[in-house]
């Protein structure tokens, strides 16, 4: 759980990276084969047949001739009944053919043949328990998915002037809801997003998440000072909350074309992409998580940001950035997320999150969670004529001195400046003229 750091003002450079492969095999095919397999008795009728060899090569049929039992016994673990009761028949039909081949004792094949029934039965009995305890478990992870779109509702590719990308991984291996939370919606005031983590696990975290996000969709809408949202959810939290309880959260909004806002409660710092570079945003006020501002004496601040075309925005969880390799080393998320810059959000999203469970082995041990903004290039509008190209261009058209400047600094470093517009100058006249004319 990542809690309130102490940060150097403004937002510093992580560092500049270049494509790089990540050279590491993909997990998905192996998580596939293995789940194509699972469902048929491979293993089962493998052991059956080497044993089957066994007796044949060997010759000693009293011997090995119990130990087909074995056959129905794993199918039990691994498929249906039906498949305990095909490996079980089979088991049976070759212990009959060997131990008459092999010149065994009426009574001796009797034994045999009784405890392969007993097994195979028995097997049939745990394979249908098993199936039934599947799928009663189907149905909790049906309910479970539900109510994670209920609470974590997964924002559609567009959303106002942004490509938006999510991905969510609980740490639990059944769960599908955790503690970390997201949302982004669309309000009179702009999008505005949260990304946060609750203190903890289980269903206490999962409460306290539903607490979060059902007031920030309430007072996203309601206030336009994007302060006075991060206030409603801290008077929010400080009713509900005990005194060790807590939530690190990022806050962001986006009120005017090329302003991008963020309140930053003690949460890991988002990285912003503009051009080829990848910063980490630090806070330039820390701020105490959610719920601990009372105790702490200190209100989060606002922090502007140029945000313009072709930037892109990742805010994420610390379950990201604390997963371990086989040598403890952390996730390299920067590193990361500079491999897999593509114009494609969920492609990045996607790219990333496969990286990360190659990197901690195909399990993650915290929930995780990863939201891409990215604000696309706006189409530019076709030429018009030469009229609308001499009005633009003509005797009054330049920019008045020192209009270009003040516009960059508006704008901040690193993003372009918006054209300056003609003033209605000697030269603007003339063009009406020539065109009245």
């Given at each position: ?390 009005g633009a261009t003509g005797e009054g058209g330049s920019a008045a001195p020192g209009s270009s400047v003040r516009a960059t600094e508006a704008a901040g ?25």
């Amino acid at each position: 759980m990542s809690h309130a750091r102490q940060h150097r003002d403004g937002h510093r450079p992580v560092r500049r990276f270049r494509g790089r492969g990540a050279g590491r095999p993909p997990l998905p095919r192996i998580r596939a084969l293995v789940h194509r397999t699972a469902g048929t008795p491979v293993l089962p009728l493998l052991l059956v047949c080497v044993i089957t060899v066994i007796d044949v090569v060997g010759g000693t049929s009293l011997v090995w001739l119990p130990m087909l039992a074995a056959g129905p016994a794993l199918a039990a673990a691994t498929c249906g009944w039906r498949g305990v009761a095909g490996v079980g028949l089979l088991a049976t039909l070759l212990s009959v053919v060997l131990g008459v081949r092999n010149g065994v004792s009426g009574g001796h094949l009797v034994a045999v043949l009784a405890v392969l029934a007993s097994v195979t039965l028995a097997s049939i009995l745990a394979g249908a328990v098993r199936a039934r305890r599947e799928q009663v478990l189907a149905a909790v992870r049906s309910v479970a998915e539900t109510a994670q779109h209920a609470l974590l509702q997964p924002p559609p590719a567009t959303v106002g002037p942004f490509q938006v990308a999510v991905h969510y991984s609980a740490a639990a291996a059944e769960a599908r809801i955790g503690g970390d939370l997201y949302a982004l919606i669309p309000t009179p005031h702009g999008v505005r997003m949260i990304v946060g983590d609750v203190r903890g696990k289980g269903l206490s975290a999962v409460k306290t998440a539903a607490l979060v996000l059902g007031v920030f969709r309430e007072a996203a809408y309601d206030e336009p000072d994007l302060l006075a949202v991060v206030g409603r959810i801290e008077r929010s939290l400080a009713r509900n909350l005990g005194d060790d309880d807590f939530v690190t959260a990022v806050v962001a909004g986006y009120p005017e074309p090329g302003r991008l806002e963020l309140v930053n409660c003690g949460h890991a710092p988002p990285l912003l992409v503009r051009g080829s570079d990848v910063v980490a945003v630090e806070p330039a006020r820390p701020a105490p998580p959610l719920g601990l501002s009372a105790l702490a004496g200190e209100a989060p601040g606002l922090q502007v940001l140029p945000f313009g075309d072709g930037d892109q925005l990742l805010l994420y969880t610390d379950g990201v950035t604390e997963a371990r390799d086989a040598d403890r080393a952390f996730y390299p998320l920067a590193e990361g997320f500079a491999r897999h810059l593509y114009d494609d959000p969920a492609r990045t999203v996607a790219a990333l999150h496969e990286e990360l469970l190659t990197h901690v082995g195909g399990r993650l041990h915290d929930d995780a969670a990863l939201l891409l903004l990215r604000k696309p290039a706006a189409a530019r509008p076709a030429a018009t004529g030469p009229e609308t190209g001499e009005g633009a261009t003509g005797e009054g058209g330049s920019a008045a001195p020192g209009s270009s400047v003040r516009a960059t600094e508006a704008a901040g470093p690193g993003v372009p400046a918006p054209a300056a517009a003609p003033p209605a100058g000697p030269g603007g006249g003339a063009g009406e003229r020539r065109r009245a004319a």
